[in-house]
Nanobody
């Protein structure tokens, strides 16, 4: 499985960005797929995820502002980020876990929000 994330960049506070994560390879046995982020000096944290069992999970800090979606036909995961805040600045990663518990990470895409 290969994951390629793109769509990051520079945005002003209050603005929007959409991230995409294109998956290739053996993507039919997905257990969960989602977005994580890591800010400088901080641990990587969950942003939003389609978890096993079909539920959607959001970090409290992004609820109501970010929306995760996917296009199964295109094997692509999206993260629509609205009302961005400077504290959203981080490298964003997509992660996929297979039903056989293989963990796969994309290469990360930088999101920078200026105040």
């Amino acid at each position: 499985v290969q994951l390629q994330a793109f769509g990051g960049g520079l945005a002003q506070a209050g603005g929007s960005l959409r991230l995409s994560c294109a998956a290739s390879g053996s993507t039919f046995n997905i257990n969960s797929i989602g977005w994580f982020r890591q800010a400088p000096g901080k641990q990587r944290e969950l942003v939003a995820e389609f978890s096993s069992g079909g539920s959607t999970v959001y970090a409290d800090s992004v609820k109501g502002r970010f929306s995760i979606s996917k296009d199964n036909a295109k094997n692509t995961l999206y993260l629509q980020m609205n009302r961005l805040k400077p504290e959203d600045t981080a490298v964003y990663y997509c992660r996929l876990i297979t039903t056989t518990f293989g963990f796969y990470w994309g290469q990360g895409t930088q999101v920078t929000v200026s105040s």
